[in-house]
């Protein structure tokens, strides 16, 4: 099927085809810094980079642990190895536990070019649904996090791909493309659980029943990829069972479906028109560019493109739904669709006359131009004030060059879709200047230099007193070489005459008798609450009284 317009012949603005290579690169180049270290850290990581930690320790590459040392069955497989995969290869770093999810959300942006050339026939469409979903904010947190979004809404873009490849080819589908769904399917299983199998078989259903262009079930029957696939889907999950018996089971399905759907009208409601509005909002500012004529667009459209258009609106309102169904919602639950989604909105957008709209185009160019600037020069302040490292001035120098190409490219009127994309890429490489002397160096990075320096010998236990996400990051400062043990949160006082050494917050210190320890300071940073304090005082002689009088401080102790 084909989906060329009249519109492609008579542009307004001269644009290339996309490479989407170009753009996974640039992701990764933009992106890419955030997940160098934590710039940020999200509070889930801690159960993968500690678990991939403790496999590298025990050598069982099977079972997954929290720092306590206890079992934790909540999630399948797939984010753990990612993890572990990148502690082989670069050893036990932040970037190491983030690598894979960053590379994810690259393959991502690729994988929807891929899928938007199968189902759109038409490579410059694809490509700006490419640019689309690289500058969605959504995936571009995703995948500066070790946890298993991004890896689904990759996964699921796999899949994704086989099933625009079915709607196009019908009965005739190619035999790669049932590959590319039910591998597609069974990882993202693996990735993520139930979430998978739902988005699957709402897919499926689809195939077999919608009104305008149905596949036969034959033509779906594969077996060579479907044997392969169901293999890969539940072979964790049969090997829990064969070791642990089935007390992973009940702590799986708690997680996916006790703990995670709502029952509640109001909590339903509440939950569906924020997803809803994040689904519209996350895609600013393209979505802007579309909307004006959209009743004439679809009074002309063809039976494959009802097709396609429908399988998205599915696909939209089934994540919508398991999103408003939740306990808590979190705005990574729309990752799985956002691919798919960006395809639709490219095609409204290029039927609708995108590449017409220059002057609108250059508009929101601009704002995001100016949002860099302002955004870099604050990241020069904050490292001219605080002595940055000359590695920080280089990406500084590398910033101010690519923003200088892009209001080139403002001023010129070229290659403007691009352009959008990327300058909302590099607001994200710009604050990460900034957030270099905010966050950085972290509580992990300051005790593995202490440690270093020979002050934490390797031998015997540490137990951790104190905020667990910080104890994961100081868990990757340290290493496979030391035995790192977060205590209980309230009953930690019972445990104490088992470890010589500690490491506690320092808001613990008075719930301890710490008069038969020899303290250390090892680790001090910005606490959140006094940043902008912080921020007022940059500069100036009272910095450094109030870091220490209200920066967030963690102890070794060692008995005496």
């Known amino acids: 099927m084909k989906f060329q317009s009249s519109y492609l012949c008579d542009m307004t603005l001269t644009e290339q085809e996309i490479n989407p290579w170009v753009v996974m690169a640039a992701f990764l180049a933009l992106v890419g810094p955030f997940a160098l270290s934590f710039h940020m850290h999200y509070p889930d990581e801690m159960y993968y980079s500690d678990a991939a930690l403790k496999m590298l320790q025990n050598g069982d590459y099977l079972t997954t642990y929290l720092g306590s040392g206890e079992l934790r069955f909540k999630k399948p497989i797939l984010s753990y190895w990612a993890v572990l995969a990148g502690y082989k290869l670069f050893g036990v770093t932040p970037l190491a536990s983030r690598f894979f999810f ?44 070790s946890i298993p979004d991004v890896l689904l809404a990759m996964t699921m873009t796999l899949a994704g791909l086989g099933f625009v490849g079915y709607l196009r080819f019908g009965n005739q589908t190619p035999k790669r493309y049932a590959w590319y769904l039910y591998l597609g399917l069974a990882l993202a299983f693996e990735a993520k659980g139930l979430p998978a199998f739902a988005l699957g078989g709402l897919g499926i259903a689809y195939l077999l029943f919608n009104p305008w262009n149905r596949v036969k079930w034959k033509a779906l029957i594969h077996w060579p990829s479907i044997l392969l696939s169901i293999f890969v889907a539940c072979f964790w999950f049969v ?55 959209l009743k004439k ?118 290659k403007l879709p691009k352009a959008l994309s990327y300058s909302f890429l590099l607001l994200f490489f710009s604050a990460s200047i900034a957030t270099f002397q905010i966050s950085l160096p972290d509580q992990g990075q300051q005790v593995k230099n202490f440690a270093k320096a020979g002050s934490l010998p390797s031998e015997g236990k540490i137990g951790f007193i104190g905020n667990l996400h910080v104890s994961s990051k100081i868990r990757i400062g340290l290493g496979t070489e030391y035995d790192f043990v977060d205590l209980p949160r309230f009953e930690f006082r019972e445990v104490l005459p088992e470890y010589d050494r500690l490491i506690l917050e320092d808001k613990y210190l008075d719930s301890i008798d710490a008069s038969g320890y020899n303290q250390t300071l090892v680790s001090i940073n910005w606490d959140s609450r006094h940043i902008p304090d912080l921020l007022l005082s940059v500069g100036t002689p009272a910095f450094d009284c109030l870091l220490q009088e209200h920066g967030k401080k963690y102890f070794l102790l060692e008995k005496k």
């Open 239 to 293: 090997a829990m069972y064969i070791i642990h018996g089935g007390t992973y089971i009940d702590s799986f399905l708690h997680d996916q479906v006790g703990t995670r759907v709502g029952s509640r009208i109001g909590l339903i409601l509440s939950n569906g028109t924020i997803a809803l509005a994040l689904m519209i909002v996350g895609f600013f500012p393209w979505f802007a560019f579309g909307f004006a004529k």
């Open 297 to 414: 667009i679809f009074q002309g459209l063809s039976t494959e493109e009802k097709a396609l258009l429908g399988f998205v609106l599915v696909w939209v309102i089934g994540i919508l739904g398991m999103s408003a169904l939740t306990s808590k919602f979190y705005e990574r639950y729309l990752l799985p669709v956002i691919p798919v989604a960006a395809i639709g909105l490219a095609w409204i957008l290029a039927k609708n006359g995108f590449y017409e709209r220059i002057k609108t185009i250059r508009w929101a160019l601009g704002f995001f131009l100016a949002l860099n600037t302002i955004v870099i020069l604050f990241g020069i302040y904050l490292n001219s004030q605080l002595s940055g490292p000359w590695l920080i001035w280089v990406q500084v120098g590398t910033a101010i060059l690519a923003l200088g190409n892009l209001m080139r490219l403002f001023r010129k009127g070229a």
């Open 102 to 145: 960053l590379m994810a959300g690259a393959a991502t942006v690729g994988l929807t070019f891929a899928a938007a050339k199968v189902a759109l026939d038409n490579a410059k469409t694809a490509g700006l649904a490419a640019l689309i979903v690289a500058s969605h904010p959504i995936l571009i947190f995703s995948a500066t996090r």
